[in-house]
Structures are given as structure tokens and as C-alpha cells.
């Protein structure tokens, strides 16, 4: 087998290998973008621990052949770049969409969310979600207010207590 089509089939394997693994997977068309903005843009997405990278759209469509994710297949056309998270769902719809935002050439087209194809309202929904840790520390908030109300009510009674004595 020559080189390069062993080259090609490492290619595939490693993205076949990021939409398995990924919780999230998100495909943007980044035309329009200059030097500067996708610098900036790769710099934000690797602060936030997610995967950026320029696939050929030739390469994609075997990997998801084999990740049996081809309703992605429809939106491979044109310039494609694949941002991928194994750590946090919501990081790289967050990043991409707020970069959108200021970058209007930045089109998110679809993603991959769990193993599931996702629509771009779903990773507008998404993306409009707080982190992980922000969801952990809602959740820490919400599970101490109970013991955080008792302990103030039995404050309020020892202190009534102590000037009912004084």
C-alpha cells in the first residue's frame, strides 16, 4: 500500500476516532475568517480544552461512515473545520457561537452532541447553557440552602434566647 494512502487512512481513523470519543462535536465553515481571527478563535477553543482542526470534507464523510453519522454528510461542502470536546458538552457550541457573534463569517453548520446529530437551534440552545462548572456550582448552591437556612433560623433563636436571659 503506498504511503500516502496509509497517510489518508490515519487521517480518517483519527477523526473517526474524535466523533466516537467527543461529547461534543461541532462543524463550522470559517470562510472569511482572516489569519488573525482564526488564531484568535484557535486560542479561545484551546482555552477552553476543545479540538480544532481543518479536515477534508472527503476524509470526514469516511469517518462518519464508520461512526454511522452520515446525516452529517449534507453539510460537508465547502471549507469545513471540526471543533470536538471529550470533557464539557457545552464548551465548544459556547466558544463558537459567542465567536459568531462577533464574527459573522463564522457559520456554525451543525453538530454532533452525545452521538446525536444536533440541529444549529439545538447548539444555540446549547451554547446558551452555563459550564459544567458553573451547573456544579448551581447545583452546590441549591443543595445548601437548606442547612444554610437552618443554621441562620437557629442562630435567630439562640439570639432571641440570649436577650430574652440578658
Known amino acids: 500500500m503506498s504511503k500516502v494512502i496509509e497517510q489518508k487512512q490515519g487521517v480518517v481513523q483519527e477523526i473517526t476516532e474524535k466523533l466516537q470519543n467527543s461529547v461534543s462535536t461541532i ?27 481543518v ?20 453539510f460537508l461542502a465547502g471549507p469545513t473545520a471540526i471543533a470536538t470536546s471529550t470533557e464539557d458538552v457545552v464548551a465548544p457550541a459556547k466558544v463558537l457561537n459567542g465567536f459568531a ?5 463564522l457559520e456554525i453548520k451543525t453538530g454532533v452532541i452525545e452521538g446525536r446529530v444536533a440541529s444549529l437551534e439545538e447548539i444555540k440552545e446549547l451554547a446558551s447553557l ?35 436571659g440578658a
Open 55 to 74: 479536515y477534508k470534507n472527503s476524509m470526514v464523510k469516511r469517518a462518519t461512515e464508520k461512526s454511522d453519522l452520515t446525516d452529517l454528510d449534507e
Open 27 to 53: 462543524v463550522v465553515d470559517y470562510r472569511g475568517l482572516d489569519v488573525s481571527e482564526i488564531t484568535e478563535l484557535r486560542k479561545q477553543l484551546r482555552e477552553a480544552n476543545v479540538d480544532f482542526k
Open 101 to 105: 457573534k462577533d464574527h459573522e463569517e
Open 130 to 164: 452555563p459550564s459544567h462548572d458553573g451547573l456544579v456550582s448551581m447545583l452546590l448552591s441549591v443543595l445548601q440552602a437548606p442547612v444554610r437556612n437552618f443554621a441562620l433560623a437557629t442562630k435567630a433563636v439562640a439570639d432571641q434566647k440570649e436577650e430574652e
